[in-house]
């Protein structure tokens, strides 16, 4: 299964070459928050004021090492994938742009459609 992570493309360059990422995330939630390609859309709303350049990691949950949980910490009836430890690099099979429309909505990567 696909999931996807959202960062800024800055932060991302800081850990493109290294073996693990996540850090910052586990220091601040305890987790590594991801969506699922049809749950993103109600996840991208919350980057659309970031004025840096976003990008999604795309992670192969087969290639995970740490444990994956699906929470729904804010009970609304969706749950999300969080990644509990570094996420080990050579799960993330690919690196997107994220795409926005003119009014800042989400627009799925042509990648992510198939």
């Not at 004025?51 to 290639?63: F, G, H, P, R, Y």
Request: a negative charge.
């Amino acid at each position: 299964m696909i999931i996807l992570h959202a960062l800024t493309k800055t932060l991302w360059n800081t850990y493109k070459n290294k073996d693990f990422y996540g850090e910052a995330s586990l220091e601040k939630f305890g987790f590594i928050h991801c969506s699922d390609i049809d749950t993103y859309h109600l996840v991208a709303p919350n980057f659309k004021n970031e004025a840096d350049e976003m990008v999604l990691l795309v992670i192969d949950t087969s290639k995970v090492t740490p444990k994956i949980v699906w929470e729904d910490l804010r009970n609304g009836g969706v749950a999300f994938p969080h990644i509990y430890g570094l996420l080990n690099k050579n799960a993330i099979v690919d690196v997107l742009p994220h795409l926005w429309s003119d009014t800042k909505e989400w627009i799925p990567n042509e990648e992510l459609k198939r």
